[in-house]
Nanobody, 124 residues
Framework: QVQLVESGGGLVQVGGSLRLSCTASGRRFSRYAIGWFRQAPGKEREFLVVINRIGDNTYESDSVKGRFTISRDNAKNTVYLQMNSLKAEDTAVYYC?????????????????WGQGTQVTVSS
């Protein structure tokens, strides 16, 4: 079992940057792909980006491609989400999740473990 904790959220102005962290407990962290999702009020949870177990393969959704970058440090049991050129519509609660980089990796059902989320607010 893996427990995930997100951090790094906060308030930032349009055009600014934030780096979120997803830190895992347990020795099996490197066995999982890690994805980032977000959920804005009244909207469904949205897939953003995923990184494979060893960190050499990533996939980004069109909504964040070119602005958000995912990376991981398995020695630190941590995955990072660097968010640049933030927009007001990026305001949401951001979640990381652990699963397999297989069919369904871009849906919430493709993941087994979730963090509690961290709020990101982008002000204009």
């Amino acid at each position: 079992q893996v427990q995930l904790v997100e951090s790094g959220g906060g308030l930032v102005q349009v055009g600014g940057s934030l780096r979120l962290s997803c830190t895992a407990s347990g020795r099996r962290f490197s066995r999982y792909a890690i994805g980032w999702f977000r959920q804005a009020p009244g909207k469904e949870r949205e897939f953003l980006v995923v990184i494979n177990r060893i960190g050499d393969n990533t996939y980004e959704s069109d909504s964040v491609k070119g602005r958000f970058t995912i990376s991981r440090d398995n020695a630190k049991n941590t995955v990072y989400l660097q968010m640049n050129s933030l927009k007001a519509e990026d305001t949401a609660v951001y979640y990381c999740a652990a699963g397999n980089y297989g069919p369904g990796f871009d849906t919430w059902s493709g993941y087994d473990y979730w963090g509690q989320g961290t709020q990101v607010t982008v002000s204009s």
